[in-house]
């Protein structure tokens, strides 16, 4: 299982970032899918995770309404759309992969045996 997250970037409050966690080695659909992000000095939190096969989705309170998570099983990649983002979402973004982290049991991050390496996303004027 190898996991690359990418689009992180630089860009103003208001502003919005596409990331992508790319997949290779597994079969996407049979897995979980979480996003985490981790800021300077802070705990690793999570943000938003897409459950395999009926792919629920489930988002932080701290990102509900501003975004996203998505799959393309076909580019074996996985989505995290962030709109209105906030200089409070800086962080370095991660991705992590599970067979068998399952509804919203998804949002805990040692439940999830594969990680890839993060992208970082600054929010600032």
């Known amino acids: 299982v190898q996991l690359q997250a990418s689009g992180g970037g630089l860009v103003q409050p208001g502003g919005s970032l596409r990331l992508s966690c790319s997949a290779s080695?597994?079969?996407?659909?049979?897995?979980?899918i979480g996003w985490f992000r981790q800021a300077p000095g802070k705990e690793r939190e999570w943000v938003s995770c897409?459950?395999?096969?009926?792919?629920?989705?489930y988002y932080a309170d701290s990102v509900k309404g501003r975004a996203t998570i998505s799959r393309d099983s076909a580019q074996k990649t996985v989505y995290l759309q962030m709109n209105d983002l906030k200089p409070e979402d800086t962080a370095v973004y991660f991705c992590a992969a599970d067979r068998y982290a399952k509804g919203p049991l998804c949002r805990r991050d040692d439940l999830f045996g594969s990680w890839g390496p993060g992208t970082q996303v600054t929010v600032s004027s």
């Open positions: 080695g597994f079969t996407l659909r049979d897995y979980t």
């Open positions: 897409t459950v395999s096969y009926l792919e629920s989705t």
